[in-house]
Nanobody, 125 residues
Framework: QVLLVESGGGLVQAGGSLSLTCTASINDFTTYALGWFRQAPGQEREPVAAITWSGSGTWYSNSVKGRFTVTRDNAKMTVYLQMNSLKAEDTGVYYC??????????????????WGQGTQVTVAS
């Protein structure tokens, strides 16, 4: 059974920082690329960051580039999202995702293989 569990969400003032963690229980973890998506109220889920299986490659949406950093620790089967200079528009539910297809993690509305349950991030302006 595959399990992705996020933690680290919460309430922060604009300009502040939060760090999200996603711990996975997946066979062949190192064969999966990992990503973070977010969904704001009334909007569709969108990709914000992704990292290759080795950690050598990353991708960020234009809206978070330069502010968010995605990393992974394969020994701990964990992926992280460090979020700095947070803005009110970063508010939403953040989901961890795992997929062997890179395209599924960097494009919206793709059939991602595995999802976490989500963690709420609220940025107060």
């Amino acid at each position: 059974q595959v399990l992705l569990v996020e933690s680290g969400g919460g309430l922060v003032q604009a300009g502040g920082s939060l760090s999200l963690t996603c711990t996975a229980s997946i066979n062949d973890f190192t064969t999966y690329a990992l990503g973070w998506f977010r969904q704001a109220p009334g909007q569709e889920r969108e990709p914000v960051a992704a990292i290759t299986w080795s950690g050598s490659g990353t991708w960020y949406s234009n809206s978070v580039k330069g502010r968010f950093t995605v990393t992974r620790d394969n020994a701990k089967m964990t992926v992280y999202l460090q979020m700095n200079s947070l803005k009110a528009e970063d508010t939403g539910v953040y989901y961890c995702a795992a997929d062997k297809s890179w395209d599924d993690l960097v494009r919206p509305r793709q059939p991602v293989e595995y999802w976490g349950q989500g963690t709420q991030v609220t940025v107060a302006s």
